[in-house]
């Protein structure tokens, strides 16, 4: 089974700045799309980002368009969440996850078709 640990989640105020790490060891995540969720305390599950494998397709909720990016760094068997512009709303425990190949333009932001989760890293907003 895959094992995802991610890390980077600190507390910092609006408009600061994380990244995010997702690492996985005994594998390559290159074979893997990559999925980063979060949840705020009493909320479901949201999906922010995915990245897909060979073609590198990312996707974003609208929530976090022009301030998240996602990317892998194949060297380091990594995918990074940059987080700009940070905002209240934005505070919840961030989880990284697996699924095949591609991400899916009108699935990526399902968590049920990822198949392997982190632990989380809390991230915190707030003035």
């Known amino acids: 089974q895959v094992q995802l640990v991610e890390s980077g989640g600190d507390f910092v105020q609006p408009g600061g700045s994380l990244r995010l790490s997702c690492a996985a060891s005994?594998?390559?995540?290159?074979?893997?799309?990559i999925g980063w969720f979060r949840q705020a305390p009493g909320k479901g599950r949201e999906g922010v980002t995915c990245?897909?494998?060979?073609?590198?397709?990312?996707y974003y909720a609208d929530s976090v368009k022009g301030r998240f990016t996602i990317s892998r760094d194949k060297a380091k068997n990594t995918v990074f969440l940059q987080m700009h512009d940070l905002r209240p709303e934005d505070t919840a425990v961030y989880y990284c996850?697996?699924?095949?190949?591609?991400?899916?333009?009108?699935?990526?932001?399902?968590?049920?078709?990822?198949?392997?989760w982190g632990q989380g890293t809390q991230v915190t907003v707030s003035s």
């Open positions: 996850a697996t699924k095949g190949p591609k991400c899916g333009e009108s699935s990526w932001f399902r968590s049920s078709l990822f198949s392997s």
């Open positions: 005994g594998y390559s995540l290159d074979n893997y799309a």
């Open positions: 990245i897909s494998t060979t073609a590198g397709t990312t």
